[in-house]
């Protein structure tokens, strides 16, 4: 993941920490009396919340835009970088769940949301706004850009909703927890809770092609045999057989309006698979009368299917 959105803030500012941007000996007016933070990150916790209110008192005195309102914001994020290294641990190994270096990322977003929204004058501590938009910030990443498949805001709320009753639940009950016992606890309806369910299984996929790591029905298998088959191998195909069914109902009725000779033609023909010749000499017709009589009934039956 690269770091674009606030590249102006993590970008190594061109005013030295020495606090004289002017470039020359001198200390510019500015920047005047503010402490020399060479390593903003390493500020111990004390240290970076005195340093912060200090530099939060000067960069209300500065106009947004310039080079001193820069080095003054620049080094309050650093100085608090820490925040957000704080606020990403609850989400480190979360499974399908973005490297720990990109939430930190993500939640630098947050903490400079928060520096550009602080107001000294309120007398509360940044960690108080900080930390809701770091966390917020990390929560809205997670959301977007972890799930497998894009559902609704709502439906993804709700899956965390149901993950924590279905926890709840078990342990209450000893039980895995019914659609109609999560919908009691939750105050919904069992179709909004299915509708939860199953748009939990947006949230991560398989492929196809990974190998099954059990054997199925419970009977034991070599390893290689389990390797050899993939996911895809096991899962079931459409039987062309099940083509047939739709015709064969919408069929029934229109063989019923068949005369005796015809339907026996028929049954010889496709239940018994009976040549032609071997039809007339089983019915008394020849094989010419059999090709003719065929052609008509199946000519007939296929108009009155098409148009049925």
């Given at each position: ?23 020359g000996?001198?200390?510019a ?8 933070v060479?390593c903003?990150r390493e500020?111990s ?5 005195e340093?912060?209110r200090?530099f ?6 500065l106009?947004e835009g310039t080079?001193e ?9 650093e ?17 399908g ?35 809701p ?6 929560k ?11 559902v609704?805001?709502?439906?993804q ?12 639940l078990?342990?209450e009950?000893?039980?895995a927890?019914?659609?109609s ?16 369910l ?6 991560s996929?398989?492929s196809l ?19 050899a088959r ?11 057989a099940?083509e047939?069914?739709e ?8 063989l ?15 239940g ?16 010419m009368q059999v090709?003719?009589l065929?052609?008509?009934?199946l000519?007939?039956?296929r ?5 049925a």
């Amino acid at each position: 993941m690269t770091f674009t959105a606030t590249a102006e803030a993590m970008t190594p500012t061109t005013i030295p920490t020495t606090a004289t941007p002017s470039g020359g000996t001198g200390e510019a007016p500015a920047l005047g009396g503010l402490p020399d933070v060479p390593c903003p990150r390493e500020l111990s916790t004390r240290d970076a919340r005195e340093l912060t209110r200090i530099f939060f008192e000067r960069l209300q005195s500065l106009e947004e835009g310039t080079r001193e309102y820069q080095y003054v914001r620049n080094t309050l994020i650093e100085m608090n970088i820490s925040l957000v290294q704080f606020a990403a641990r609850p989400f480190r190994d979360r499974p399908g769940g973005p490297e720990t270096e990109d939430i930190v990322q993500v939640g630098i977003i947050g903490l400079i949301k928060a520096i550009d929204r602080y107001d000294p004058e309120r007398n509360t501590q940044l960690t108080t706004l900080a930390l809701p938009y770091i966390t917020g910030e990390i929560k809205r990443h997670f959301r977007d850009t972890t799930w497998a498949v894009r559902v609704p805001r709502r439906l993804q709320e709700l899956r965390l909703e149901l993950a924590k009753a279905t926890e709840e639940l078990t342990a209450e009950t000893d039980h895995a927890p019914t659609p109609s016992e999560l919908a009691e606890r939750l105050d919904l309806t069992e179709d909004e809770v299915r509708q939860g369910l199953l748009a939990a299984n947006g949230y991560s996929t398989q492929s196809l092609d990974v190998p099954q790591d059990g054997a199925a029905g419970g009977t034991q298998v070599s390893a290689a045999a389990r390797t050899a088959r993939s996911l895809a191998e096991t899962m079931g195909d459409i039987d062309p057989a099940l083509e047939a069914v739709e015709d064969r109902h919408a069929l029934a009725p229109l063989l019923a309006d068949l005369d005796e000779r015809s339907i026996q033609i028929l049954e010889l023909r496709f239940g018994q698979e009976m040549t032609q010749a071997e039809i007339g000499a089983e019915i008394g017709l020849s094989q010419m009368q059999v090709s003719r009589l065929l052609t008509r009934t199946l000519g007939s039956l296929r108009e009155e299917l098409l148009h049925a």
